[in-house]
């Protein structure tokens, strides 16, 4: 079939896009549709290359959903 979903396993995956997106100080979005499979936890998304100018979504030990 023809899709044009990412999917990951939760081993060493990332999808890099280039020099990044410029956001600056202004509003912007984000939107994510997350399927977890097992009980796995830590960041899936994140955006920024240090963390002080980091954004995250990730999951902690108890399952909960952090935006960061």
């Known amino acids: 079939s023809n899709s044009t979903a990412l ?3 939760g081993v060493g ?3 890099i896009v280039g020099d ?3 956001i600056g100080n202004g509003s912007f979005t984000v939107e994510a549709w997350v ?3 097992s009980n796995i936890q830590g960041t899936f998304w994140s955006f920024g290359e240090t963390s002080d100018n980091q954004l995250k979504l ?4 108890n399952g909960k ?3 960061i």
Do not use: P, V
């Open 20 to 22: 990044g997106i410029q």
């Open 7 to 9: 999917e990951f396993d």
């Open 13 to 15: 995956d990332k999808a």
């Open 65 to 67: 959903l952090h935006f």
């Open 58 to 61: 990730s999951f902690d030990e």
């Open 35 to 37: 399927r977890r499979n």
